[in-house]
């Protein structure tokens, strides 16, 4: 009704531009929106699309689709981003201060296309508990749970490192050594100058002195810039060492970086002296074996099938390709690209039996499942990681009948039942033998 919300932003995550197109329904305006979006595409350059998984999306995703294979000259890809939370932060003060311009809506896109740039840049700017992951959160202590959970986030920011020409501000607080006026400097200088080229160059930043370099350099890294150490999690400090390594093996720096035989082979201490122990060298060898700041394998999607964009779309047996969006005791939610996540139950996650489902999927895991049962009145989806099941037998064993609303067997006479007199009185709840009662009542059991 408000139309799809465009916002396009630099390689740093500066908005560029934003506007408002209507491709769907009710209005539908195809070209009018190919034309504006095309504009775009080609006055800033773009090379990567990101669209939210929220309403409409699948029906964005087709218009966009379309749009690129019209164009075969335009080098660009479109990816589908998980938008869980954008609404909230695009309502938040931090949005406000961040865009006090922007329309929320136009916020929200903003944080949409920084999510597929930097995922950990964007999400620490929302509250974890918003995100939707986690089965009991409102059951424990709240206190106790945000101190968790902000303990959890500053961990993996120092241990993933941080991006210095993507990080916003936030992020950039959780690097130990920097407060929140270091960050808003160091953001503010990548805004006026551009990317930073160098780690050296972090000096420039106001108030960011000798002991502040020293604290976080180490955390910040750049990427593809003057040094390649300058992307690794040797500090600077550290550099003369490398130096030494690859001066003496004959090698460029560039070339023992993420070498793993090169590195392993390697006796740490031939590489000591007065200044650098044992263990610092040891620690160096380890930070040159990774292979980049981004410790997640190579990007890939979930292929969503074309034709499927709405829960009355799913029949019975259809294989599809999904993302696993949360894991709980009782199995894992799937999305599958209908607006409506479905379940597998811990008992379908695999052939052999599975003790915790988090040793099967985690979230973000790209799946293959089967359709067990589509509840539309109730918009429930019973799904299966195990291919070979037939949705068929599992109706079967579970003694319901396929089509809904006749209730007992095939050539049984009803006219009977729930009459008083004649077998058991008629109850006023809803049976409670599908795969979904079944699930919620194990969890209910060990709660």
């Keep these: 009704r408000t139309g799809v919300k465009v916002a396009v932003v630099d390689a740093n995550g500066k908005v560029l531009d934003h506007g408002a197109i209507f491709p769907t329904p009710p209005q539908k305006r195809i070209q009018e929106a190919a034309a504006v979006l095309l504009k775009m595409i080609r006055q800033h350059d773009v090379a990567l699309i990101a669209i939210g998984n929220g309403t409409a999306s699948r ?28 609404s909230i932060y695009s309502a938040s003060e931090l949005a406000a201060r961040e865009f006090p311009d922007l329309d929320v809506t136009i916020r929200g896109a903003v944080s949409i296309a920084r999510r597929l740039q930097d995922p950990l840049a964007e999400l620490v700017k929302i509250d974890p508990k918003s995100i939707g992951v986690g089965q009991y959160q409102h059951d424990v202590s709240q206190v106790q749970l945000a101190r968790q959970l902000d303990a959890v986030v500053e961990d993996c920011v120092n241990a993933v490192g941080v991006d210095v020409n993507t990080a916003s501000a936030p992020l950039l607080t959780r690097v130990s050594g920097l407060t929140q006026s270091i960050a808003n400097n160091i953001v503010a200088l990548r805004d006026q100058q551009g990317s930073f080229s160098n780690r050296q160059q ?23 810039g003057d040094n390649p150490l300058d992307a690794s999690a040797v500090h600077p400090e550290s550099y003369d060492v490398v130096q030494s390594i690859a001066s003496r093996q004959q090698r460029e720096v560039s070339g023992i970086i993420g070498d793993s035989s ?24 380890t930070e040159l074996d990774k292979p980049g700041r981004d410790p997640r394998p190579e990007f890939r999607m979930a292929e969503l099938k074309d034709g499927v964009e709405k829960i009355s779309d799913l029949k019975p047996d259809m294989i599809l390709e999904g993302t696993v969006t949360n894991v709980t005791n009782f199995g894992a939610f ?40 589509v509840d539309r009145d109730r918009k429930r989806i019973a799904l299966t990681m195990r ?41 006023d709840k809803p049976a409670a033998n599908n795969a979904f009662a079944a699930a919620f009542a194990n969890a209910r059991q060990k709660k």
């Design 59 to 86: 029906e964005t995703d087709k218009f966009v689709g379309d749009l690129l294979r019209d164009q075969p000259g335009l080098k660009v890809k479109k990816v589908m981003v998980n938008e869980a939370g954008a």
């Design 202 to 224: 972090l000096l420039q930043v106001s108030r960011f002195g000798d002991k502040t370099f020293e604290q976080a350099a180490g955390f910040l890294r750049i990427t593809r």
């Design 262 to 285: 090169f590195l392993r082979a390697l006796d740490p201490g031939d590489y000591t002296n007065d200044s650098v122990g044992l263990l610092t060298v040891k620690d160096i060898i």
């Design 334 to 373: 799937v999305d599958i690209g209908v607006h409506q996540d479905g379940l597998v139950h811990i008992s379908a996650l695999a052939e052999r039996f599975v003790k915790d489902p988090r040793d099967v999927a985690k979230a973000g895991d790209i799946v293959r499942v089967k359709v067990m049962e």
């Design 387 to 427: 291919l070979s099941d037939k949705a068929q037998e599992q109706a079967d064993k579970r003694g319901e009948p396929r089509r809904r609303g006749g209730g007992g067997k095939p050539g049984q006479d009803n006219s009977s039942r729930g009459k008083p007199g004649r077998g058991k009185p008629a109850q």
